[in-house]
C-alpha cells in the first residue's frame, strides 16, 4: 500500500518535470499498480487541502463522485448532496417481488454510519413529513417497465442557496446541498435478450439493492477503480452479493467519505460557454420573474444521472422551469463546456419573452 502511494506521489511530480520518458515510465508503473486518475472531472486535490479529515491517499476514490449542478450567481456550481448526518434515514420497500429477510440482511451487511438507515413497512411511514426518506419501488414481473438493469435510482436534491456558513468548511457553503426526493426501482426477474428471464439469488439482488442504495444517499457516478458498491461492473458486485449472504459487514469508504464532507458543499465550477451563459441568465431571470408573480418555487432541485443531469424550479399547479444537461458526467470528466439545453415549455416560456420583448 505504501509503495502504491509514493509511485502516486511520483506521478504527480512527475507532472512538474520535462523529462517525458521519466513522465512515461512512472505513468507506467502507476497504472500498473492501481494508481488510477479520478473520473469525477473536477479537483480532488483542492478538496483534500481544504478537508484534510478526508485523509488525501485513503482508497475511498471520492474524486469520481459526479456532483450535482446549483446556480450560484450565474455560475453553474458543481455540488455535494446527500441527506443530513446524525439523520435517520427510513428505507420504505413498496411490493413483495422478494422476501422481506432480504432487505433486512442487505441493509444490516452495510457498514456505513454517515446516516442511520431503517426499513419502515410502506403502511406505517409513506409520508417524507416523518423525515427523510427512500422509498423501494419493487417492479413486479420481467416484462413490466422500470429500468435497463435490475435497478435504478432517482435522487433529487435541495439546491436552492443559503448563506449558512459551515464552521468545519474554510469556504462558505452557499447551496443547500440536502437529498430531498430519492426513488429506487428495483426488480428481481428480468427479460434477457435472448427471451430467457434471469431471476436474481439473494446474492446479485442484494449487490443491487446496496448499489442503487449508496446512489440514493449522494453518490451519483462510479468509481473507476477498487472493489466498492458504486463499481460500475457487475462482475464486480459479487463481492458485495456474497457478504450479504454470509452475513460479513461491506465496507464503504466511498459513502464514508462523502459524509464528511459538508451539504452543498462547491467542489468547483463548470465549464459553460457564451450561448450557455446567456441561456442560464435567460432562466434565471424567467425565474425572478414568475417568483414575483406566483410566489417562490419548490427548488431549484437537481438530478445527477449515470450521463445527464437536470436542473428544475416547480410550482403548485404543475408550472415547472427546467434546464438540461445531456453530457454532464461526460462533459465534466473530459474537461469540456458543458451542454446546457432548456426544456420544451422552458424553451416556449423563453421564445415568448423574447417575443414580447421586441414588440
Ligand atoms: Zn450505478
Not at 410502506?122 to 409520508?127: C, E, I, T, V
Not at 440514493?216 to 457516478?221: C, E, S
Not at 461492473?233 to 461491506?250: A, F, H, M, T
Not at 404543475?318 to 426544456?343: H, M, N, Q, Y
Request: charged share 25%; proline share 6%.
Amino acid at each position: 500500500m505504501k509503495l502504491i502511494a509514493s509511485l502516486c506521489e511520483l506521478r504527480n511530480l512527475a507532472r512538474s518535470t520535462s523529462r517525458a520518458s521519466f513522465v512515461l515510465g512512472v505513468l507506467f508503473f502507476a497504472v500498473l499498480l492501481g494508481c488510477v486518475p479520478t473520473v469525477g472531472g473536477w479537483d480532488v486535490d483542492a478538496l483534500h487541502l481544504e478537508l484534510p479529515a478526508l485523509g488525501n491517499g485513503t482508497p475511498n476514490r471520492i474524486g469520481d463522485l459526479t456532483p450535482y449542478p446549483a446556480l450560484v450567481g450565474d455560475a453553474l456550481a458543481l455540488v455535494v448532496c446527500r441527506f443530513e448526518e446524525a439523520k435517520v434515514v427510513r428505507v420504505q420497500v413498496e411490493g413483495d417481488d422478494w422476501p422481506g429477510e432480504w432487505s433486512h440482511r442487505a441493509l444490516e451487511a452495510m457498514a456505513f454510519d454517515g446516516v442511520r438507515l431503517e426499513l419502515a413497512s410502506a403502511g406505517d411511514a409513506n409520508s417524507v413529513e416523518n423525515g427523510p426518506l427512500i422509498r423501494v419501488q419493487s417492479i413486479a414481473g420481467p416484462d413490466a417497465s422500470g429500468p435497463v438493469g435490475l435497478g435504478d435510482t432517482l435522487a433529487e436534491c435541495d439546491v436552492s442557496s443559503t448563506i449558512a456558513q459551515d464552521a468545519r468548511a474554510s469556504s462558505p457553503s452557499r447551496v443547500t446541498g440536502v437529498l430531498r426526493d430519492v426513488t429506487i426501482r428495483l426488480r428481481r426477474r428480468l427479460r434477457q435478450q435472448t427471451g430467457k428471464i434471469f431471476e436474481a439469488s439473494e446474492a446479485e439482488w442484494g449487490a443491487a439493492f446496496l448499489h442503487e442504495l449508496a446512489h440514493g444517499l449522494g453518490f451519483a457516478g462510479h468509481v473507476a477503480t477498487g472493489e466498492s458498491v458504486v463499481q460500475r461492473e457487475q462482475s464486480g458486485l459479487r463481492w458485495i452479493g456474497r457478504n450479504v449472504v454470509e452475513g460479513r459487514r461491506i465496507p464503504t469508504p466511498n459513502l464514508d467519505a462523502l459524509y464528511l464532507i459538508p451539504n452543498g458543499y462547491v467542489v468547483g465550477e463548470a465549464n459553460i460557454d457564451a450561448s450557455a451563459a446567456e441561456l442560464l441568465k435567460a432562466v434565471i431571470h424567467l425565474v425572478a420573474e414568475r417568483t414575483e408573480r406566483v410566489g417562490p418555487p419548490v427548488g431549484p432541485r437537481a438530478i445527477a444521472g449515470d450521463r445527464e443531469a437536470r436542473l428544475a424550479w416547480r410550482w403548485p399547479g404543475g408550472l415547472a422551469i427546467a434546464l438540461r444537461f445531456p453530457d454532464w458526467s461526460g462533459e465534466l470528466k473530459r474537461k469540456e463546456s458543458i451542454t446546457v439545453e432548456p426544456s420544451p415549455a422552458t424553451r416556449l416560456l423563453l421564445e415568448h419573452r423574447r417575443r414580447d420583448e421586441n414588440l
